[in-house]
C-alpha cells in the first residue's frame, strides 16, 4: 500500500513541533490536499488541534500501549484514502517510555511505518554546532530516515543562510525551513499543555497565522516530495472483527470539560457493535433513554466546576443510574467528577456527583505522568482479580478519603510508589485516574461491555433515566 507520510520530530520538548504540524495541516489543506494527522504517544490535545487544522479526525500512535503490529494497522486503516499521512512526534526524537529504550518514541513509530523524519531543532544561539547537534540524531540509529531539517527560532536572514550552509554542505541534509519567532502568534497554554481546541476561540485565526508563515518560511513542494520517497507498506489490515454487541447502548460523556478520548477507542466501541450516545454533563438534564451503560471520559472538569455543580439534574440522574445497576467506567476528569467534593486552585470547594466518597484537590504540580500497568485487585466490570492492564496518568489533581480496600488497582511505573492502590471500585461502577486506551485492553473492555449487555437483557433499561 502505497501512503505517502512523513514524521515531523523535534530533538527535545518545546522545540515547536505542535505549532509547526498545524501550521503545515493548515498550509496543505489550502493546497486541497486530504492531510491524514497522527499523534505519537498518549496526547489527547494535540490530536484535538490537528483535528481543526487537517478537518480529519487525528489518531494516536502509541507503541507502548500498543503492539508494533497494532500500530501499523491502525495507520494503515486511517492513512489509506488520503493524499499524504503527517505524523507528530511525542518529546524528543529518540525519548520513549521510561527505561525502556526506544518503546513509545517517535523514533520507533517512524521505523515501524518506514516514514522520512524531518527534524526540528532550535537554531537559537547556534551557528556551525548545529551541524553537530543534528548529525547526532543522524546517526544515533541509522535505521531512522532523518531525511530533511527545519531550524526554529532564527534570528536573521544572516542566521538562516548560515544554518543552511553548515547543515547541507557538512551534512548534505536539506534545510526545509527556517522559522522566525512571531510574537504575535500565540498558542494559548494550560496546566496540561495547549489549550484544547474545544475552548480556544481563536483557533481559526491562529491556524490562518501559521499557515501563511509556513508558506513563507518553509519549502512546502520539498516536503511534500519527501513523502512520495516513503516506500510501499505490506497491507496487513485484518477482517473486521464480529459485532458482538450490537444493540449496546453506551451514554459517553463529551463536551467541553470532557473530551478526553483516543478516537480508536471509540472506533473499537463502534466495531463491536456498540452505539454511542453521547452527552453534556455541562449542558444536558438527563443521561440518553435506554442506555445500558455509561462511560465518562477524562478532560478538564476543574475549568467547570461552578456549571458542573450546579447542574443537579443530571448528578441525580447519574446516581439513579447507580442504584439501578447501569455499568459505568471513567477515567481521571470522569473519577473527579463522581467524587463527593472538588476544590479548585484558588480553595473554593464544588460538590460533584458523589458516587466515589473522596475529595479532590487541584494542585500546582504535576501529581502523576507516565506510562502504568495497572492489576485489578478484585473481581469488577472490568474482569477478574489480578488481571493488568496498561494505560497512562497525567493529571495535577489528588484525592484523599478513598478506601484502600475500595481501590481499582494496584499500579508500577509513573511517577508514584510502585503497587500503589489506585482508584475506586464497587458494585457496577469502577473509577481511575489511569486512562486505558480499549482495543488494546480487549479483555477488560469486553468484561464491561458484557455487564453492559447483560444489564439490557435484564430489562430494566426501557425508558429514560
Not at 404 to 422: F, I, K, M
Request: with cysteine; proline share 5%; net charge neutral.
Amino acid at each position: 500500500m502505497r501512503i505517502p507520510r512523513i514524521v515531523i520530530a523535534g530533538t527535545h520538548s518545546g522545540v515547536g513541533k505542535t505549532t509547526l504540524t498545524l501550521g503545515l495541516l493548515t498550509a496543505l489543506r489550502r493546497r486541497n490536499l486530504a492531510v491524514q494527522p497522527f499523534k505519537v504517544g498518549p496526547d489527547y490535545i494535540d490530536p484535538g488541534l490537528h483535528h481543526v487544522a487537517a478537518a480529519r479526525i487525528s489518531h494516536n500512535l502509541d507503541s507502548w500501549l500498543g503492539t508494533p503490529a497494532e500500530v501499523q494497522q491502525l495507520f494503515l486503516r486511517q492513512a489509506k484514502d488520503c493524499d499524504l499521512a503527517l505524523v507528530e512526534g511525542v518529546m524528543g526524537l529518540f525519548d520513549g517510555a521510561k527505561g525502556q529504550g526506544e518503546v513509545g518514541s517517535t523514533a520507533q513509530v517512524a521505523k515501524l511505518l518506514q516514514a522520512p523524519v524531518v527534524l526540528v531543532f532550535s537554531a537559537k544561539g547556534l551557528a556551525r554546532s548545529a551541524a553537530a547537534l543534528v548529525h547526532g540524531y543522524k546517526t544515533f540509529d541509522p535505521m531512522v530516515r532523518i531525511a530533511g531539517v527545519i531550524a526554529n527560532g532564527i534570528s536573521s536572514e544572516r542566521h538562516r543562510e548560515f544554518i543552511r550552509q553548515t547543515v547541507e554542505e557538512e551534512l548534505g541534509l536539506p534545510l526545509l525551513g527556517a522559522l522566525r519567532k512571531n510574537n504575535e502568534i500565540i498558542m494559548p497554554e494550560r496546566h496540561l499543555g495547549l489549550l484544547p481546541a474545544t475552548e480556544n476561540i481563536a483557533l481559526q485565526q491562529v491556524l490562518h497565522q501559521l499557515a501563511f508563515a509556513i508558506e513563507e518560511q518553509v519549502d512546502l513542494d520539498k516536503i511534500i516530495q519527501l513523502a512520495q520517497t516513503a516506500p510501499e507498506l505490506e497491507n496487513r489490515l485484518t477482517v473486521a472483527v464480529a459485532r458482538k454487541f450490537t444493540g449496546v447502548n453506551l451514554a459517553v460523556a463529551k463536551d467541553e470539560a470532557f473530551h478526553f478520548y483516543y478516537q480508536d477507542s471509540l472506533d473499537y466501541l463502534t466495531e463491536q457493535g456498540v452505539t454511542l450516545h453521547f452527552f453534556s454533563p455541562l449542558r444536558d438534564c438527563a443521561l440518553p433513554a435506554n442506555c445500558h451503560g455509561i462511560y465518562i471520559g477524562g478532560g478538564f472538569p476543574e475549568e467547570f466546576l461552578p456549571i458542573l455543580a450546579a447542574n443537579q439534574a443530571l448528578k441525580a440522574n447519574l446516581q439513579l443510574a447507580y442504584r439501578k445497576g447501569i455499568p459505568m467506567y471513567a477515567e481521571c476528569g470522569g473519577l473527579m467528577y463522581l467524587c463527593r467534593s472538588i476544590c479548585s486552585l484558588n480553595g473554593d470547594e464544588y460538590a460533584g456527583v458523589g458516587l466515589v466518597p473522596g475529595s479532590v484537590k487541584m494542585g500546582n504540580r504535576l501529581a502523576a505522568l507516565g506510562y502504568v500497568r495497572a492489576k485489578l485487585r478484585k473481581p469488577c466490570l472490568l474482569g477478574d482479580a489480578g488481571l493488568e492492564l496498561k494505560g497512562h496518568e497525567f493529571h495535577w489533581s489528588s484525592i484523599s478519603g478513598l478506601p484502600e480496600e475500595e481501590a481499582l488497582y494496584q499500579v508500577t511505573g509513573g511517577r508514584g510508589v510502585s503497587g500503589r492502590p489506585e482508584g475506586f471500585v464497587k458494585g457496577n461502577l469502577a473509577a481511575s485516574y489511569v486512562h486505558l486506551h480499549f482495543r488494546y485492553n480487549p479483555q477488560a473492555m469486553g468484561s464491561f461491555l458484557t455487564a453492559c449487555a447483560e444489564y439490557k437483557k435484564s430489562g430494566r433499561s426501557n425508558h429514560g433515566e
